[in-house]
C-alpha cells in the first residue's frame, strides 16, 4: 500500500490550497483518513480527521478554515484550506488506516509529506 499526497506549495496569506491524498495497492477497507502538520521544530499535530461512515474532527486552529472530504471510489482524500496564516505554514501528512485482507488487522500508513508555505 502507498499513499501519495500532492498538492502543497506557496500561497499568499489568505489564500487558498487544495491538498490531496491517494491510497493504492491492495486495499481491502479503509477505515479512516487523518491530516497531520508538522512546523520546524515542532510536533506533528492532527490537523483533520474523517471516519469511514463520513464524521469529521478538526484542530481548533483550523475550523471553519478547512475541509476534509473523500472520494471513496478513488480512495482518496482531500484537504480544503481557505483563509491560511502563515502559522498554517508546515509539512502536511497523510495517514490512512487500512486493512490490506477481509477481516485482517488495521494498519496506518502514511504520505511522504506535502509542504505548504504560507508567505507574503
Known amino acids: 500500500v502507498q499513499l501519495q499526497a500532492s498538492g502543497g506549495g506557496l500561497v499568499q496569506p489568505g489564500g487558498s490550497l487544495r491538498l490531496s491524498c491517494a491510497a493504492s495497492?491492495?486495499?481491502?477497507?479503509?477505515?479512516?483518513w487523518v491530516w497531520y502538520r508538522q512546523a520546524p521544530g515542532e510536533q506533528r499535530d492532527m490537523v483533520a480527521a474523517m471516519a469511514s461512515g463520513g464524521g469529521t474532527n478538526y484542530a481548533d486552529s483550523v475550523k471553519d478554515r478547512f475541509t476534509i472530504s473523500k472520494d471513496d471510489a478513488k480512495n482518496t482524500v482531500y484537504l480544503q484550506m481557505n483563509s491560511l496564516k502563515s502559522e498554517d505554514t508546515a509539512v502536511y501528512y497523510c495517514n490512512a488506516r487500512i486493512q490490506r485482507v477481509v477481516g485482517g488487522i488495521r494498519r496506518d500508513y502514511w504520505g511522504q509529506g506535502t509542504q505548504v508555505t504560507v508567505s507574503s
Open positions: 495497492g491492495s486495499i481491502a477497507r479503509l477505515n479512516g
